[in-house]
């Protein structure tokens, strides 16, 4: 299996549907990755379209260029204009002009290629370094978290961003057991405070690793950044996209367009979230977790901060 088969993009044809992606228009894709929701969107826009895409991951932009590289090679002169930027997506609003975009997707969270490489930390399945940031140039690791944060700092970021009942105690043990090096060392010590329980489908480091990544990574800042920047982005009529994979991230999405509906400024497209359908979960099983949320940006509707 090849990276383009491993690294599969969730919930595409429902996001590409949603976008309503129109040849010749511009569009933004907040989250690169391994460029699976962009390549979809190129191959619909056309040489008068263009795509503008985000991804604070060095090895994910390289990857992407490569990608959409082979991308240019098939289309040919039917390519978009691409433009990319490695950079946090909450720099969207100061890149990008107001009302210059007919969609914008953005797919959170980490992606399968940060848990598939254990080198980056972000997986208690392998053995790796502590590290967990999307972007290695900048920001604390994980490691300086787990082994300098005191207990109720750590149990307080553990609840909060984890939703983890049991962060207490697995707080307690992890200062316990310091210093902690490695993804699999914590594992094993979280899963020894907190064993899991007959009810639980998850292994029980799922939510503190969950919790350490958000943190690494400011993901809900960011996300509250773009959810905000993104009315004055979008063109009447262009629409927003959001994919999410754990409540923290859905609540803020669906607060938003529930807001944004209620000032006049969206017309929410989605009663309730679109979620994979069983064919792509068997393939993927990451997408059970998978909300798409959609709203679309009405015409007239004032810029309000």
Known sequence: MDEHERHVPVLLQPAIRYLNVRRGGTYADATLGFAGHSTAIAR??????????????PEAMERAKARLNALRQELGPEMPEVIL???EFSEMAELLPAASLDGLLADFGASSMHFDEAHRGFSFQAEGPLDMRMNPRRGVTA?????????????DLIYEFGEERRSRRIARAIVRARPIATTAQLARIVAAA??????DRIHPATRTFQALRIYVNAELD??????????????????LVVISFHSLEDRLAKDALREGAQQGIYEVLTRKPITAEAEETDRNP????????????KAGAGNKE
Do not use: C, T, W, Y
């Not at 619909?44 to 991804?55: K, N």
């Open 44 to 57: 619909e826009l056309g040489p008068e379209g263009r795509l503008i895409a985000f991804d604070r991951d």
């Open 222 to 239: 960011e996300i509250i950044a773009l959810l905000k920047a993104a009315p004055a982005l979008l063109k009447p009529g262009g629409r």
């Open 286 to 297: 990451r997408a059970r977790s998978a909300k798409l949320r959609a709203a679309e940006r």
């Open 194 to 199: 907190a064993p899991a329980m007959k009810s």
């Open 143 to 155: 490691a300086q978290v787990v082994n300098q944060f005191g207990e109720k700092e750590l149990a």
């Open 85 to 87: 930027h490695d950079v």
